[in-house]
């Protein structure tokens, strides 16, 4: 009963984790685009002015996609605890169990990874849409 309480406490907390992490990395996807969608390059004057803004939540959204998987990781290493506890518990090997209970685990990692893949697509995208706002400024400075 305890583990069975446990393992939805760990499952739920897991996903709910993800979850939490994808809003956030998604809000700052959707703030990154509008912002490149809307920046005026002509009203820089330093290059380091225009770097700053334009890396702005870039750093955020690196750090979700490269540490999703660590939380989908986590979550999988305690499902396994949990079924080897249960099994422990019960006495009984029963392959079916062990299986099931293993198989369940592996959501988690696989969550992480659907979490993290996108993520990770996305940054680059948005990096190097930075590098091609920079040179165009660049290329502006120099009709100066």
């Known amino acids: 009963m305890f583990g069975l309480a446990l393992k939805d406490i760990v499952e739920y907390g897991i996903?709910?984790?993800?979850?939490?992490?994808?809003?956030?990395?998604l809000w700052a996807i959707i703030e990154r685009v509008l912002f490149y969608r809307s920046i005026m390059l002509k009203s820089y004057n330093k290059k380091v002015e225009l770097e700053v803004d334009l890396s702005k939540n870039l750093t955020l959204i690196a750090t979700i996609g490269s540490n999703a998987p660590y939380v989908g990781l986590l979550g999988t290493v305690f499902g396994i605890i949990l079924t080897f506890v249960?099994?422990?518990?019960?006495?009984?090997?029963?392959?079916?169990?062990?299986?099931?209970?293993?198989?369940?685990?592996?959501?988690?990692?696989?969550?992480?990874?659907?979490?993290?893949?996108p993520f990770i697509v996305f940054y680059n995208f948005l990096l190097r849409q930075s590098e091609v706002l920079i040179a165009k400024w660049e290329a502006l400075k120099e009709k100066d």
Not at 15 to 25: H, K, P, Q, R, T
């Open 15 to 25: 996903f709910g984790v993800l979850l939490a992490m994808s809003i956030i990395a």
């Open 86 to 117: 249960q099994i422990g518990q019960s006495g009984v090997v029963d392959t079916g169990a062990i299986m099931t209970g293993l198989a369940l685990a592996l959501y988690a990692t696989a969550g992480g990874l659907l979490v993290a893949i």
